[in-house]
């Protein structure tokens, strides 16, 4: 299998569970770390084409609910949530995976993840 990279934060509960779940399936995952390496610019283009900005930004979060008005409001396409999510890198959903095949996905449920290992 090609190398598979997960993305988040360490301490944030579905990227501990999406980690334990790939660990017990035996599969070997890169993770890059959020809060000590940043948001991968490019990655995070290419991100943002793959899913959409909607989808990327997670407004159930703490991070989010955290923004002021004015920053929430400010969030209205691509070019905005770009700036706020390298700004803010804990208000991307979490984890992001870009899988070996190149699919990107966003969250983690055992269902989405066993359709990418085989």
């Known amino acids: 299998m090609t190398s598979i990279t997960l993305y988040g934060i360490p301490n944030c509960d579905t990227v501990k569970k999406a980690r334990a779940w790939l660990s017990g399936q035996g599969v070997d ?3 890059h770390d959020f809060k000590k390496q940043g ?6 283009s290419r991100w943002l084409q ?6 990327l930004v997670n407004r159930q979060g703490t991070t989010w609910r955290k923004l ?3 920053e929430k409001t400010a969030v209205t396409d ?7 999510m390298l700004r803010q890198p804990s208000v991307i ?3 992001v995976v870009e899988w070996g095949d190149g699919e ?3 969250g983690f449920s ?3 993840f066993a359709g990418h290992v085989r």
């Open 29 to 31: 995952v890169a993770f």
């Open 39 to 44: 948001v991968p610019e490019a990655r995070l």
């Open 50 to 55: 793959a899913v959409g900005w909607e989808k």
């Open 68 to 70: 002021d008005e004015g």
């Open 78 to 84: 691509a070019a905005s949530a770009r700036a706020l």
């Open 93 to 95: 959903k979490r984890p």
């Open 104 to 106: 990107v996905t966003v």
């Open 110 to 112: 055992e269902a989405l």
